[in-house]
Antibody, heavy 119, light 106 residues
């Protein structure tokens, strides 16, 4: 059974970098059949896909246009996890952040991390 | 981006009722559609993938149909534990996009 466990701070100051990690058990971040997403949810934006990383003989990354200039998603094969870094955050980045596995069906999801951007 | 329009945004039904939710895509997405259930404070849970395929472990009272731009999701006999918000999501193109959700109440 695949499980995703998120970690990272719940409070980030404006202009700083939001960093979250998603630890994978029961699958590999280097899987040739999965992609690893970050998705966020807020009352104003609903469910919003942010980006993904995946391995198909080499690493690929795709990012949403809305955050492309500020986002990095990195795999860590030594720890079997992947991370989200979103820089220059503003209060509009306040949301619940989820990591997910994607094989067509988006499943499973991490437990979610409420990240508040506030001074 | 592909826009996903769900309706209704909320509904109230009785235990045992059949409930139907629709999702319309702004362009043809074939059958690249998922349905999720989300309960308060929890992550979304995949119920249906590929428009009509029931995820392992999901009760058979849940079903999905459709292709192209028009999709339906149904609960054949509403149970108290089905109270939740339901979302459709397309994966035909990036970015992955979600419907606005349908809140189901009793």
């Amino acid at each position: 059974q695949v499980q995703l466990q998120q970690s990272g701070p719940g409070l980030v100051k404006p202009s700083q970098t939001l960093s979250l990690t998603c630890a994978i058990s029961g699958d590999s971040v280097s899987s040739n059949s999965a992609a690893w997403n970050w998705i966020r949810q807020s009352p104003s934006r609903g469910l919003e896909w942010l980006g993904r990383t995946y391995y198909r003989s080499k690493w690929y990354h795709d990012y949403a246009v809305s955050v492309k200039s500020r986002i990095t998603i990195n795999p860590d094969t030594s720890k079997n996890q992947f991370s989200l870094h979103l820089n220059s955050v503003t209060p509009e980045d306040t949301a619940v952040y989820y990591c997910t596995r994607d094989q067509g069906g988006v499943d499973p999801w991490g437990q979610g991390t409420l990240v508040t951007v506030s001074s | 981006d592909i826009q996903m329009t769900q309706s209704p945004s909320s509904l109230s039904a009785s235990v045992g009722d059949r409930v139907t939710i629709t999702c319309q895509a702004s362009q043809d997405i074939s059958n690249y559609l998922n349905w999720f259930q989300q309960k308060p404070g929890k992550a979304p849970k995949l119920l249906i993938y590929g428009a009509s395929n029931l995820q392992t472990g999901v009760p058979s009272r849940f079903s999905g149909s459709g292709s192209g731009t028009y999709f339906t999701f149904a609960i054949s006999s509403l149970q108290p534990e089905d109270i939740a918000t339901y979302y459709c999501q397309q994966y035909r193109n990036l970015p992955l996009t979600f419907g606005g959700g349908t809140k189901v109440e009793i």
